[in-house]
């Protein structure tokens, strides 16, 4: 069986303490600053900073959170770097994300109302696209800076030869779902095999060359089924699929477009999950032209990543209420939003959008996966390695941005369960949101190399 303790090779990790016992006590010295916590409300505190043992006791330091974790005062843009970019046109900076795609766009709507890069100096112009090919074509010849895509988007720019820093994991393991007609006689995916049920070929609609696609190719593969012998393709667009329109068989999607079909519309009954077969990721990245030439720019977008994460988790209600003003959402129920918002930004710890560069861990190697799928079918014209994609990620910015948090890089993704089998070891056991049923628990244990504070509780190491 695999090791999966994910050890960079390209990064090194903030330097960690032992981990002791965790100690938690509420706050009693705190005072809360002036104004709401979306206009940056603060705490003051005092800690000890672990020190070796000695006669003078720990050194006492104070620090200034915002209520959500976050240390004060933000750093700004270095006077070359925003020079820098003024030269190239790239000010504001812009940058855009993903309307209707669970986990991602809550993140990218805090970003961008809550001004978080604003908040260190960076002036920043934000577009909503609708899919990653909409976003590419942005991003590809410069037009925006910034952006957020599934890695198949990502994988479009680097066949195509596009300088990419990947910064962190955006919505790790989004559930893919098949869904039939009601009235379906399906029970399994298994069943498509030499039409046995259907006495003929089922016609399976998916969005080709997105990851609904792929994740239904990946179940076909493991359970030997053939095109044209036992299924055939037809190209819908996600929203189209969500109605389940009539002469389709099987319809494939992502979240929230899943339960908006079966809980909302009531058109359609799940299948079978396609999150067995397949481990999906999307990305957080920017031009590595950036990266080269104002590194501080990188390293303050993934600060306002991290930091947009935990604003939405101590903002819960506010966050989703605001998302929902947006007209693209109008359609969507509250709690259909909260559901998604819980399942892939309130619940999981915050570190699971740690982008591991590990060759051997998890993500380079599913994503070679995909990547050889895209290749083999033609949605790719360029052959990607696992080496390409460990070269894209751009690990040491998210360190940093732990080490401002005090916390732990894992050794391991916090959302795999502890009998993880190994990459291609199909199917997969249950993991990510899967395991869930409530917040992971955050900091635990080892999490933490010195003490950290959100809302009003400081935690220690």
């Not at 016609?203 to 044209?228: C, E, I, M, R």
């Not at 990459?423 to 950290?452: D, I, M, N």
Request: charged share 20%; hydrophobic share 40%.
């Amino acid at each position: 069986m695999q090791s999966f303790k994910e050890k960079d090779t390209n990064a090194a990790a903030p330097s960690r303490l032992g981990a002791g016992r965790r100690r938690r006590q509420f706050l009693t010295t705190a005072a809360r600053a002036a104004g709401a916590i979306a206009l940056g409300g603060a705490v003051d505190i005092r800690h000890g900073l672990a020190q070796s043992a000695g006669p003078a006791g720990p050194a006492v330091h104070s620090r200034r959170y915002t209520e959500w974790g976050w240390p004060l005062p933000y750093q700004q843009i270095s006077a070359k770097s925003k020079q820098w970019l003024q030269s190239k046109g790239w000010w504001p900076l812009d940058a855009g994300w993903i309307v209707v795609w669970s986990g991602e766009e809550m993140i990218g709507h805090t970003l961008q109302t809550v001004k978080l890069l604003e908040k260190r100096g960076i002036e920043t112009k934000w577009t909503t696209f609708v899919a990653a090919g909409y976003s590419n074509e942005s991003f590809i010849p410069g037009r925006i800076q910034l952006a957020s895509t599934g890695a198949l988007g990502v994988l479009a720019l680097m066949a195509n030869d596009v300088p990419t820093s990947a910064l962190a994991v955006q919505s790790p393991c989004l559930e893919h779902a098949a869904t039939v007609p009601l009235d379906s006689p399906l029970k399994r995916l298994a069943d498509l095999k030499d039409g046995k049920v259907l006495k003929r070929p089922a016609v399976v609609g998916v969005t080709t060359g997105s990851t609904n696609h792929f994740g239904f190719l990946a179940a076909a593969h493991y359970l030997a089924l053939k095109q044209d012998r036992d299924f055939t393709i037809v190209n819908m667009p996600p929203g189209v699929l969500a109605t389940a329109p009539k002469g389709v068989d099987v319809y494939t999607n992502w979240e929230p477009h899943v339960t908006y079909s079966t809980q909302v519309l009531k058109v359609a009954r799940n299948l079978e999950s396609l999150n067995p077969y397949y481990i999906y990721s999307g990305y957080y990245y920017a031009r590595s032209e950036i990266e080269e030439n104002a590194p501080d720019v990188v390293q303050l977008v993934t600060d306002a990543f991290v930091e947009a994460v935990l604003w939405a988790k101590a903002n819960q209600e506010e966050a989703v209420k605001s998302l929902l003003r947006m007209s693209t959402y109008a359609h969507l129920p509250e709690w259909l939003m909260k559901k998604m918002s819980d399942k892939y930004v309130f619940w999981p710890k915050p570190t699971v959008y740690f982008p591991f560069g590990n060759p051997n861990g998890i993500w380079p190697k599913e994503e070679a996966r995909i990547s050889s799928w895209a290749y083999d079918t033609g949605a790719s014209k360029t052959r990607v390695t696992d080496a390409d994609w460990v070269k894209v990620r751009k690990t040491k910015y998210m360190a940093n941005t732990f080490e401002t948090l005090g916390w732990t890089v894992p050794e391991r993704p916090p959302f795999l369960p502890k009998d993880w089998g190994g990459v291609g070891q199909l199917p997969y056991k249950p993991y990510g949101p899967q395991l869930l049923s409530g917040p992971a628990p955050f900091p635990e244990p080892g999490e933490l190399t010195r003490p950290w504070t959100f809302m009003g509780k400081t935690y220690h190491p």
